[in-house]
């Protein structure tokens, strides 16, 4: 009997390559926005360094987009360690998380141009619409069963916490900006510890004793 083609449905590696390939493009334009502050000969190295340093929002949007790019990227990776077969609505749902992705060095743009209420707003809807994008597609390939067999139902949920705290912290970033942009700011700080607590051991000591009794 001859051998047959391997199904469409089957084959998730076409989409991670062309997803790793969208993120590293991002990443590296992000570090586009910082330039070399022109300095006329002569200029004494204290200016020079305030020079340097008046740039601080080019380096907070930079790291800012870099850490929440990476974080997204690590959460894809888990999306796909779990999905066995994909099918359509998988394709365009990556493709619509990548379309966000690639549009995050813009936003970052925009806050470094603009670090006010509009700025800090305008990224922190960036981020919040990308992550709800992975959010999406980690729900609809769960609804749609392409999940591989023997994940439990609530290894699925802590699985969708995990996806949905980071765009909803930005989400509230931006209610908090409208009164003050500082404190709009540091509401994105929230999202280390609660990430941290989210990929803890407890955490995942539950996850594994979810899939153990189901």
């Not at 990227?73 to 077969?85: D, M, N, P």
Request: hydrophobic share 55%; proline share 5%; with cysteine.
């Amino acid at each position: 009997m001859p051998p047959t083609l391997r199904g469409e449905v089957e084959e998730t590696d076409r989409l991670l390559a062309l997803s790793d390939g969208v993120v590293a493009i991002a990443i590296t334009l992000l570090v586009l926005d910082i330039s070399v502050p022109e300095v006329p000969p002569g200029t004494p190295s204290a200016t020079v360094e305030t020079l340097v340093f008046d740039q601080w929002d080019d380096f907070v949007g930079y790291v800012l987009g870099f850490l929440v790019i990476g974080l997204y990227w690590t959460l894809h990776r888990r999306v796909f360690t779990q999905i066995e077969a994909h099918d359509r609505g998988v394709v365009w749902l990556n493709l619509v998380f990548l379309l966000f992705v690639a549009f995050v060095p813009f936003g970052t743009s925009v806050f470094s141009a603009h670090p006010n209420r509009f700025g800090v707003s305008f990224v922190a809807g960036v981020l919040a619409l990308t992550g709800l994008s992975l959010a999406f597609l980690w729900l609809y390939a769960s609804r749609k069963r392409l999940l591989r067999a023997g994940l439990g139902s609530r290894a699925v949920r802590i699985q969708a916490t995990r996806f949905l705290v980071s765009p909803l912290v930005f989400a509230c970033s931006i209610g908090v900006a409208a009164f003050d942009p500082v404190w709009g700011m540091a509401t994105w700080t929230l999202l280390v510890p609660i990430n941290a607590a989210l990929n803890s051991r407890l955490v995942e000591s539950a996850e594994a004793a979810s899939r153990a009794a189901e």
